[in-house]
């Protein structure tokens, strides 16, 4: 079944314990993004990356790491998370750059700081 | 990115309604597409255009891109309790890749 996976689903975490919710997709994509959602905010994009090893920005990218070693995999790495960072988080791919709008989207990792 | 302006916020309607949402930007897209969450779950693609002055259909939902390229609507007919959910438009201009979203349109159903 093609699918975006993340984990963890749920995770409660304290301030400053860095942290890494993992991405992976089945679907040979080469465009994969991660997206925070927040009340009253919408999807707001964080990193993006057309392929393996090309990453870069979204909107609100501070605080957050990303790598891509592999084309499957997407992970999004907190080093010190804080309060502010508590969301909703959506990991997604697309089959190319010329088609991101034709995005899969994971099932999300709610994460919480404390 | 841009920031979509989606309306309504949120609706409670009663099943067999009809539903009209729309989205507005201040610049010109290329593409604009419709997502729905479910609860609990990630956004699905439900339409994708890509004309000015497409006109899509998915079952009870039809889509357009509108013609001056700054808009787009989303209607469903004879809403049902599974259409609940919140609906996102999204769109992506004539430069880059990045999508931008609306803030949602919270859809509530009533038996």
């Known amino acids: 079944e093609a699918q975006v996976t993340q984990n963890p689903r749920y995770l409660i975490t304290v301030t400053g314990k860095k942290l890494t919710v993992t991405c992976s997709q089945n679907?040979?994509?080469?465009?994969m993004s991660w997206y925070r959602q927040d009340p009253g905010l919408g999807l707001r994009q964080i990193y993006y990356s057309m392929n393996v090893e090309v990453t870069d920005k979204g909107d609100v990218p501070e605080g957050y790491k990303v790598s891509r070693k592999e084309k499957r995999n997407f992970p999004l790495i907190l080093e010190s998370p804080s309060p502010n960072q508590t969301s909703l988080y959506f990991c997604a791919s697309s089959l190319s750059v010329a088609n991101t709008g034709e995005l899969f989207f994971g099932e999300g990792s709610r994460l919480t700081v404390l | 990115g841009q920031q979509l302006n989606q309306s309504p916020q949120s609706m409670f309607i009663q099943e067999g309604e009809d539903v009209s949402m729309n989205c507005t930007s201040s610049s010109i897209f290329n593409t604009w597409l419709w997502y729905k969450q479910d609860p609990g779950e990630g956004p699905v693609l439900l339409i994708a255009l890509y004309k000015a002055g497409e006109l899509t259909s998915n079952g009870r939902l039809t889509a357009q891109f509108g013609i001056t390229r700054k808009d787009s609507f989303l209607n469903i007919s004879a809403s049902i309790p599974s259409d609940v959910g919140i609906y996102f438009c999204?769109?992506?201009?004539?430069?880059?890749?990045?999508?931008?979203f609306g803030k949602g349109t919270s859809l509530l159903v009533t038996p």
């Open positions: 999204a769109g992506r201009g004539i430069s880059g890749y990045a999508l931008n």
């Open positions: 679907m040979n994509h080469e465009y």
